[in-house]
């Protein structure tokens, strides 16, 4: 551009005329027009930084790979890989990778950063849940490239046990996540009708294991639910084998509104003193089905409410008119005998009173019925069992229990059986035909005055 002799930008020098010259403003700023017009056509292009070449790299895809399978909810790390003439990453390159869904839409866009063995890692990505199974599709791209992104690879999303378990029965459930525990499907009986299913896991740990538990029971029908007894007896009736862990106690119901439902809430307790437990039930008229929801817990993350969080995203789907019956039938089975005696955790010396357990009868025995009395026990982390059977009401303990090793501790439960058989010995076999009581417990010591003949070896606490 031509300058003033001054030194001054012609530009300027214009700019800077007398204002009360109009006449003269008005010839001198189409002289600057025409002379920036000139400049623009004839004048060398402005000074400026010409961009970057565009990398040119191959790139490739090394995990996932065709044969992975994703769950969704699950996260998804990628490893890819970027060279140039063979000789490794161009330098300062980062790749961005996007994961397409089978209907080819954009699902995710993941920065790529550069790590150990020169390869290329996105952070983890939470596939959703309800998204679209089947082949998903990765791009990827070199940052700054002006080009599209290139298609690397596919990899397979799979449906959740959540999608499955909505499939089947109209329920949503996220899987418990507390502390990295993996989770299943475990117990799923019955069908969308009457039925049952528990997803959960356990953490390998030593002597008490982090646990975390939700089932979820479902029955055709308004129960009536109009008090904390009615709650109780749908559980023991309708429901009555619950629990991931054997039930010692079900406490007290309590009303209690439940999202968008009136129900009931109940602690219970398990078998071991670690263990939480805690019930929800209530009447759904937009699926007629009344719900049992049973969370149960062990060595929850400090500062949180874990049954409140293991039942939060429970959703029911009435759109989605499930008709699916699992591989194992719902028992129907009479209600569990009400234990009386002993109380629970009474505790007992050698052989200073006998050691009788009774229960109250739930009916008249019928031809080929009979109570069977399990009686169970640990030591050195071994469980053994013994079986009582009598058409009475109560059973008398043997001496010889308190003084096999054991830990002290005496679990006990009862259940109608049907006799189907005999043992060699003349002992009944049968089949179930109610479900098992409440699993109470009593200790039984060795006397003050007598040393106990076996080492006391129990690491995990029974009460």
């Known amino acids: 551009m031509p300058g003033h002799p001054d030194g001054i930008p012609f530009q300027r020098k214009v700019l800077g005329l007398h204002p009360s010259r109009s006449g003269r403003r008005a010839r001198h700023a189409i002289v ?61 390159s980062r790749l961005t990778a996007l994961l397409r869904n089978p209907a080819g839409r954009l699902s995710a866009v993941l920065p790529a950063e550069i790590g150990p063995g020169n390869v290329f890692r996105t952070q983890g990505w939470p596939i959703p849940h309800r998204s679209m199974p089947g082949m998903w599709t990765v791009e990827a791209k070199v940052e700054g490239s002006p080009d599209r992104a290139l298609p690397l690879g596919q990899f397979e999303v799979r449906e959740s046990k959540s999608e499955t378990l909505l499939g089947r029965y109209g329920v949503w459930i996220d899987p418990p996540s507390f502390g990295g525990i993996g989770t299943d499907v475990f117990a799923e009986r019955g069908d969308s009708e009457d039925g049952m299913f528990r997803i959960g896991g356990t953490k390998p740990a030593q002597h008490v294991f982090p646990e975390e538990w939700i089932e979820v029971h479902w029955r055709r029908g308004d129960y009536g639910l109009e008090d904390g007894a009615a709650a109780r007896r749908f559980m023991l009736e309708a429901v009555g084998d619950f629990g991931f862990a054997p039930t010692r106690e079900l406490g007290e119901f309590h009303e209690f509104a439940f999202k968008e439902w009136s129900g009931w809430r109940a602690p219970a307790r398990g078998e071991l003193s670690h263990t939480q437990i805690e019930w929800v039930v209530f009447y759904a008229p937009e699926m007629d089905r009344t719900y049992a929801l049973g969370t149960t817990v062990v060595l929850p993350p400090k500062g949180v409410e874990p049954h409140v969080l293991l039942r939060a995203s429970f959703e029911l789907h009435p759109e989605v008119h499930p008709s699916y019956a699992s591989a194992q039938a719902l028992p129907r089975l009479r209600p569990g005998p009400e234990l009386i005696s002993p109380p629970m955790g009474a505790t007992f010396r050698g052989e200073e009173e006998p050691v009788v357990l009774r229960w109250a009868p739930v009916t008249d025995l019928a031809d080929g019925e009979y109570y069977q009395v399990e009686v169970d026990y640990d030591y050195r982390e071994a469980s053994f069992s013994l079986k009582f059977t009598t058409r009475s009401t109560e059973v008398l303990l043997p001496a010889t229990l308190y003084q096999t090793p054991n830990c002290h501790v005496f679990n006990w439960q009862v259940t109608i059986m049907e006799q189907t058989g005999t043992t060699p010995g003349g002992v009944p076999t049968g089949v179930p035909r109610s479900f098992p009581s409440f699993y109470a417990y009593i200790e039984w010591t060795y006397p003050l005055a007598e040393t106990q003949p076996f080492p006391p070896v129990c690491p995990n606490p029974q009460t």
């Open 32 to 92: 600057l027009a025409l002379w920036i017009a000139g400049c623009a056509r004839s004048g060398p292009p402005p000074t400026s930084p010409s961009p970057a070449a565009p990398i040119e790299a191959k790139l490739g895809l090394l995990y996932p790979t065709a044969e992975s399978a994703v769950e969704m909810g699950r996260e998804v790390k990628l490893i890819l890989t970027a060279e140039a003439d063979g000789t490794g990453p161009p330098p300062g």
